[in-house]
């Protein structure tokens, strides 16, 4: 059983880092919050995959900030 605890010390020190690694990608996550402030706006309409390619910045972002080995597109979902 000793060998569960060290995975768990594993795993919280994971955890802990995540707000400073995501913390990287603020110049995606703010270009994504433009667009769909934009698009939300009076007069604006959001509409699906209007911001597709600012999420997209994210969320490679977001795996490669989180998940060193996530970098190939079969790790970020893509067939």
Do not use: I
């Amino acid at each position: 059983m000793s060998g569960n605890g060290a995975v768990w010390g594993r795993v919280r020190s994971r955890l802990r880092a995540f707000p400073e690694r995501l913390a990287a990608c603020g110049a995606e996550a703010a270009a994504y919050g433009r667009c769909v402030q934009a698009s939300t706006a009076p007069g604006g309409r959001l509409t699906k995959d209007l911001c597709a390619r600012e999420f997209e910045a994210l969320r490679s972002c977001f795996a490669a900030a989180t998940c060193p080995f996530c970098r190939t597109p079969r790790h970020l979902g893509a067939a």
